[in-house]
């Protein structure tokens, strides 16, 4: 519970004047959900056509499942791409040659910083002009390149502090039984590093999919752009946007859950306790 | 390397950035705010309104920005006539500075909810034990080092922040960084790559300090314990 620390276990009095709040707040909340209502009643938002024919078989067959196909394939790929540009780069960072590690960190700490927008315009731009792909394609290889740069810095960084946090008595017994320090690095630090860092990855995995819906601007074909059409037909933007959303939500607070699981389940296993914070999208310059 | 040059003279590429940055200044200023009495809702022992601190942040943090911004021009001043400002473009600028707060509020509740879980419960027991009260305690032992510890992970939002105002696009602000890039990139087609390179390291110059103070500040403020 975080409020024990500003909070002492309520006596009799307080516990009355908690309650009085709670329900002065549970009063506000409804007053609030009403004044939104009425609101929107008031601008004819209300009417049940609008909000019926985001749920008819048209709707979902023709638009936000196909859209939402899109934007699963994009974020699917970006993110085993990111998984395997995250160890590279990781390994980098870790590497023994002055060279490589700079380099790596130059690679990494570029990308972070960069917003991952301007990637997607410039790859959509690039990608289209010298045509490496089919020019309908660009804007989806460009959020998948961009999620990619940016996201496996993140990986990356994820993995060198990973390993840095492994008892230095990993690296010692590996080197101590003959393996070289790259090997250590490769069978016995990493995958260690890997299982410690599986709650962050996952809920990197939740920046991946939002970020997908960057895409949007360059024109890919995701679920917010069939949303948008759709609704340009029908007149509910603010219906279909709500439903769009309410998809990205689901899937992405499941996925938090399942951080969390993992944490909890991996916080058990470890000898120290201790795993990367799920919330550790806070801690890198991540986000987004 | 003159047509290079040349661009600089045709385009206001520092207008584009400071576009941005105002952009994150008010935004940072609405979403600490907002912020701020989230992480007291959550952490308050009030149940409907942690219920609420919770629901927000969990609701807003897994929704993308790019909706968020699409809503408020499309769903609140398309469909609903919703403005900010009488004048045109100063509209979807509060718009979107309003959307970004909104957004960042949620990662700005939970930089805060963790400062405040950085404080070991025996230093509000001791405060508790030398007789101070609430308001006393929390002032004096808990807060300082609260926000301690929340310095790092708000300044990562300050970072995310600055990165996301490019968003601000879909919310019709034309002028900021990643759409006058845009605009440079279709008309200088033989010019990509330093387009791209100048935009890039404009945001490198204004994100790496920022991530350098907050380290720098954390370690200065750091709490021996």
Partial sequence: MSASVLFDTPGPKAKRRILLINIIGVLLLLALLVVVVIGLANKGQMEPSLWATMFTSNAWTNFLLPGLINTLKAAGLAIVLSIVFGLAFGMGLLSELKALRWFSTIIVEFFRAVPVLLLIVFFNILLSRTGIVNGTDSPFWAVVISLMLYNGSVVAELVRSGVRNLPKGQREAGIAIGLTTNQSLRLIEIPQALVAMLPALIGQFVVILKDSALGYIVGFTELLFYSRTFASANGNMLQALLVAAAIFIIINFALSKLAEIVSRRLSSRMPDGKTADPDAELEAPALA | ?225
């Fill in chain 2, 1 to 225: 390397m003159e047509k290079y040059l040349s661009l600089f003279t045709e385009y206001n590429i520092p207008a584009a950035f400071w576009v941005n940055i105002q952009l994150t200044f008010w935004a940072a200023i609405g979403a600490l705010v907002l912020g701020t009495v989230l992480a007291m809702m959550r952490i308050s022992p009030v149940r409907s309104f942690a219920a609420f601190g919770t629901g927000y942040v969990n609701i807003i943090r897994n929704t993308p920005l790019t909706i968020i911004l699409l809503f408020g021009v499309l769903a609140l001043y398309n469909q609903l006539g919703f403005t900010l400002s009488s004048d045109f473009d100063q509209n979807f600028f509060n718009l979107a500075v309003m959307g970004l707060a909104i957004y960042h509020a949620a990662f700005v509740c939970e930089a805060i909810r963790s400062g405040v879980n950085t404080v070991p419960v025996g230093q509000a027991e001791a405060a508790r034990a030398i007789g101070l009260s609430f308001f006393p305690a929390a002032r004096e032992v808990i807060l300082p080092q609260a926000f301690r510890g929340s310095v790092v992970p708000l300044g990562n939002v300050l970072i995310a922040l600055i990165k996301n105002s490019t968003v601000a696009a879909v919310s019709s602000v034309a002028i900021e960084a990643s759409s006058v890039m845009k605009q440079m990139l279709e008309f200088e087609s033989n010019l990509i790559i330093p387009i791209f390179a100048t935009f890039a390291i404009g945001f490198v110059i204004i994100v790496i300090p920022v991530g350098v103070l907050t380290t720098w500040l954390s370690k200065k403020l750091a709490v021996a314990r």
